[in-house]
Structures are given as structure tokens and as C-alpha cells.
């Protein structure tokens, strides 16, 4: 069983929907982070989160350490969110990432 | 700034041949990474440098070397490459430790055939 696991791995929504993707985790962390890769392959960090919630533009992501849980919502989604979001932890007391396989998002105008 | 560059952007390499992967950051930043990823498997950590002259084993180091002279670079080394060498590689920085936000670059798509 992967450290880090999401759900779903593969979405298609229509132009408008709102949009979760989740994430959880088996091990300690310091941080979690969200990141974006484009259909052309470059990854950009959405957000780093360490407790409560952080927003974004149409972007929400929210983190509950008790039940090792994180989700990113997209309000409003449009074709441009169409992307792989990716989720990654840093584990406490070293300097690795572990990261998710992704959620595939398509966004259908 | 240009942030995270990495060259090339493809490579083909025939088994048994070497190569280096080139990465560099202008923004400062004391930590580097090197990533692969192979389809529908997560980002794995090669190797990391959390200084000039300090380098230390990722998840999958076998078969890679790096080296970290100065600040700004952090050359990926390919010896005697292997099929299972074959992913897209992801160089990436932050300011500190992973609890800052990691900058990455493009990334080098490499076929070993």
C-alpha cells in the first residue's frame, strides 16, 4: 500500500462543476503539498499546507492531520483545470518528498 | 529570473552510453532535487543537495550520480544507461527544507533504446 494515496485517479467533469480531489496519508508529516502538472508536463506548486484550510483563487485546499486527510476542491472548473493534480508529503524529520500517482482531471467545456 | 532550467528537453541514448542531465536555479536556493517519473507511478526522489558540496541518496539512486559545486547547478550523471533508465526527469529547488515551496523545471524526457 502506497504511503500516499488518491482518489479518484482519473475525473471528467462538466465546465462549471465543483470538483474534489482527495488525498490520504499513512505516515507523520510536516507538510502537505498540492502541485499541478500541465498536459505539456511542467509541475507548479498549488499549496502547501501544514493545518486548516488555504485558498486560491477558485482553488481550496484543506487538511485535517487527526483523520490524515487532505482534499483540493476547483469551484467553478473550467478547461484550463484540465491538468494531473498531484499530492505529495514531506515526512518529519527528513528531506523527502513522497508523492501521490496523481488525479487525471478533464474538464469538458 | 528564469527559475528552473533544465537541457535538453530529449535524449535518446543507446544502451551502455552515458550522459548528464543539466539543472540550474537562479533564485538562490540551497536545496536541489533530482526526480524521475515513470507513467502512472508518483515523482521519486533520486537524489538531493541541501548545499554546495553536499549531496545525499534519494529512493532510487542506482545506476546516477550528481554532484553539487556551486549553488546554482546540480548535474545529473547517467552512467552506462539501461532501458529501465527510460522516464521523464525532474529537477527541482526550494529555498529550505521541504516544507518550502519546490520550484520545477521543464523536465528531460530520456529514451534508452
Known amino acids: 500500500k502506497n504511503e500516499v494515496e488518491q482518489s479518484p485517479q482519473n475525473l471528467t467533469a462538466q465546465e462549471g462543476e465543483f470538483i474534489t480531489i482527495n488525498c490520504s496519508y499513512s505516515?507523520?508529516?510536516?507538510?502537505l503539498h498540492w502541485l499541478q502538472q500541465h498536459p505539456g508536463g511542467g509541475i507548479v506548486s498549488l499549496f502547501m499546507?501544514?493545518?486548516g484550510k488555504k485558498k486560491h483563487g477558485r482553488l481550496i485546499a484543506t487538511i485535517n492531520i487527526q483523520e490524515k486527510h487532505s482534499s483540493l476542491h476547483i469551484t467553478a472548473s473550467h478547461p484550463r483545470d484540465s491538468a494531473v493534480y498531484i499530492c505529495?508529503?514531506?515526512?518529519?524529520?527528513?528531506?523527502?518528498?513522497?508523492f501521490g500517482t496523481g488525479t487525471r482531471l478533464k474538464v469538458l467545456a | 529570473n528564469a527559475g528552473v532550467t533544465q537541457t535538453p528537453k530529449f535524449r535518446i541514448l543507446k544502451i551502455g552510453q552515458s550522459m548528464t542531465l543539466q539543472c540550474a536555479q537562479d533564485?538562490?536556493?540551497?536545496?536541489m532535487y533530482w526526480y524521475r517519473q515513470d507513467p502512472g507511478m508518483g515523482l521519486k526522489l533520486i537524489y538531493y543537495?541541501?548545499?554546495?558540496?553536499?549531496?545525499d541518496k534519494g529512493e532510487v539512486p542506482n545506476g546516477y550520480n550528481v554532484s553539487r559545486s556551486t549553488t546554482e547547478d546540480f548535474p545529473l550523471r547517467l552512467e552506462l544507461a539501461a532501458p529501465s533508465q527510460t522516464s521523464v526527469y525532474f529537477c527541482?529547488?526550494?529555498?529550505?527544507?521541504?516544507?518550502?515551496?519546490?520550484?520545477f523545471g521543464p523536465g528531460t524526457r530520456l529514451t534508452v533504446t
Open positions: 527541482a529547488s526550494s529555498y529550505s527544507g521541504p516544507d518550502y515551496e519546490q520550484y
Open positions: 505516515v507523520g508529516i510536516s507538510a
Open positions: 499546507l501544514s493545518s
Open positions: 505529495a508529503v514531506t515526512t518529519s524529520g527528513t528531506y523527502k518528498y513522497i
Open positions: 533564485m538562490n536556493h540551497n536545496y
Open positions: 543537495s541541501v548545499g554546495a558540496g553536499i549531496t
